[in-house]
């Protein structure tokens, strides 16, 4: 696996290396002793599927509260998404700043999320699917979320979602 580390501490794009041959290709895409080799988060407890069925479709941005933060392992498995990672950790010097990639079936890219940053993406294509591998179960009275298009952070998404929840539509101006 390649890690290339982004703008943000932290934060990698993940991109499997292809051993192809006439069948194909395999790629490792978890590999504990890799990721401990970049100092990065080995210990996964959760994993979950997201299902979109239409183009447009947001989700974010997201995190849990101590004692409940997550480090997310995020991959798209089928479609496409714009996924945006967000820093929240006070002593950053990214504090506020945030990062995009593009994820698709087609490219197998992941995004390492870590604990103190939230997370979000738009899907791109209809039936688009995500997989989650998390280093902490969900914890209901833990998650929190901050609005998309809060000014505050200045993301820029690549068109305005179709399909967003009740709750991450309305969630307050970040304090």
């Known amino acids: 696996m390649k890690f290339l580390p982004t703008k943000i501490a932290g934060v990698f794009e993940i991109k499997p290396e292809l051993k192809e041959d006439e069948r194909g290709f395999f790629a490792r895409t978890w590999c504990r002793d890799e990721f401990d080799a970049h100092g990065l988060v080995t210990h996964l407890v959760q994993c979950s599927i997201s299902y979109n069925t239409r183009k447009g479709t947001l989700r974010g941005m997201?995190?849990?509260?101590?004692?409940?933060?997550?480090?997310?392992?995020?991959?798209?498995?089928?479609?496409?998404?714009?996924?945006?990672?967000?820093?929240?950790r006070l002593e950053s010097p990214t504090y506020r700043q945030w990062i995009s990639?593009?994820?698709?079936?087609?490219?197998?890219?992941?995004?390492?999320?870590?604990?103190?940053?939230?997370?979000g993406f738009l899907t791109l294509q209809d039936n688009t699917e995500v997989f989650y591998q998390m280093s902490q179960v969900y914890d209901v009275a833990s998650a929190?979320?901050?609005?998309?298009?809060?000014?505050?952070f200045g993301i820029?998404?690549?068109?305005?979602?179709?399909?967003?929840?009740?709750?991450?539509r309305t969630y307050p101006d970040f304090q």
């Not at 933060?69 to 820093?87: F, H, Q, S």
């Not at 698709?104 to 604990?115: A, D, F």
């Not at 929190?144 to 809060?150: E, H, I, T």
Request: proline share 7%.
């Open 144 to 152: 929190r979320g901050l609005r998309w298009d809060d000014p505050l």
């Open 101 to 119: 990639a593009l994820l698709t079936g087609e490219n197998r890219s992941m995004i390492y999320v870590p604990k103190g940053c939230a997370h």
């Open 62 to 88: 997201h995190y849990q509260a101590a004692p409940f933060e997550e480090t997310k392992l995020v991959r798209c498995t089928k479609g496409a998404i714009y996924d945006v990672v967000l820093d929240l």
């Open 156 to 168: 820029s998404w690549p068109e305005k979602p179709v399909v967003i929840s009740e709750r991450d």
